[in-house]
C-alpha cells in the first residue's frame, strides 16, 4: 500500500490567519481525499482531489474555506483559511485502492485555532 | 444514504481477554465493503481489517476476526488475547461497491481501553 507523508503534524495558528496543509505519496495515485475530524469525533469528508480537475467538494464544505490544489499525482494541498476555533481538529489526507482495499491515511495535521 | 452505527463510545478489556466492539450499519446496496480503522493516539488511522459484502466467510487478521451478519446489517470487531498496545479508538467505516466510488462513511468510534 502507498506511504503518505503529511505536513505539518500540528500547528497552533491566530484566527483569521490560513493554514496549509501539504500530501506527498510515494506512488502516483489519481484520487486524494482530505477528511476532517472534530474533536472526539468521528471522521467527515471535506473533498475528493483528483489530479487536472477542481476537487469535489461535500455539503457543508466551500472551496473559499477550504482550497484544494493537486499539480500532479503525487501530491495535494488543503488550506484552512480564515480560521477561526471552530475549525481545530485533525485534517487527515488519504488515498485508496480498489475494492477491498482501504484507505491509507497520513499521519494527520492536528490544528489548534486560538 | 447508507449510516453506520457504533453504540459502544467506550469499552474497556482486560490484558489478555476477549472484547467485542459492534457495529451496524445501514443500506440498500447488496455490493459493499467494510472496515475496521484503528487510530492509536499518534492519529494515525490503521486498516485492521476488512470484508467484502458477498463473502460469506468471516474475515480474520492474527488476533481479529470479525462477525458478519448481512441479513442483520452488522459487523462486530472481536479482539482476542487484548494487548496493552490495542488501546486506541476503533472505527467502523462502510464504502459501496459500486464502481468508481470512493467515499467511506465512518461510525462514531469506539474508544477501548486495554487493562493490565
Known amino acids: 500500500s502507498a506511504v503518505i507523508s503529511q505536513k505539518p503534524s500540528r500547528d497552533i495558528c491566530q484566527r483569521g490567519t490560513s493554514l496549509t496543509i501539504q500530501c506527498q505519496v510515494d506512488s502516483q495515485v489519481t484520487m486524494m481525499f482530505w477528511y476532517r475530524q472534530q474533536p472526539g469525533q468521528s471522521l467527515t469528508l471535506i473533498a475528493t482531489?483528483?489530479?487536472?480537475?477542481?476537487?469535489?467538494?461535500e455539503s457543508g464544505f466551500v472551496i473559499d474555506k477550504f482550497p484544494i490544489s493537486r499539480p500532479n499525482l503525487t501530491f495535494s494541498t488543503l488550506t484552512v483559511s480564515n480560521m477561526s476555533p471552530e475549525d481545530s481538529s485533525i485534517y487527515l489526507c488519504?488515498?485508496?485502492?480498489?475494492?477491498?482495499?482501504?484507505?491509507?491515511f497520513g499521519s494527520g495535521t492536528r490544528l489548534t485555532v486560538v | 444514504a447508507q449510516t453506520v452505527t457504533q453504540s459502544q463510545p467506550e469499552m474497556s478489556v482486560q490484558e489478555a481477554e476477549t472484547v467485542t466492539l459492534s457495529c451496524t450499519y445501514d443500506?440498500?446496496?447488496?455490493?459493499?465493503?467494510l472496515f475496521w480503522y484503528k487510530q492509536p493516539p499518534s492519529r494515525q488511522m490503521i486498516l485492521v481489517i476488512r470484508q467484502e459484502a458477498y463473502k460469506q466467510q468471516n474475515a480474520t487478521e492474527n488476533r481479529f476476526s470479525v462477525n458478519f451478519q448481512k441479513a442483520a446489517k452488522s459487523f462486530s470487531l472481536k479482539i482476542s488475547d487484548s494487548q496493552l498496545g490495542d488501546a486506541a479508538m476503533y472505527f467502523c467505516a462502510y464504502r459501496s461497491g459500486t464502481s468508481g466510488t470512493y467515499k467511506y462513511i465512518f461510525g462514531t468510534g469506539t474508544r477501548l481501553k486495554v487493562l493490565a
Open positions: 443500506t440498500s446496496e447488496s455490493d459493499y465493503y
Open positions: 482531489a483528483n489530479q487536472g480537475s477542481e476537487a469535489t467538494y
Open positions: 488519504s488515498v485508496t485502492g480498489t475494492g477491498l482495499y482501504g484507505y491509507t
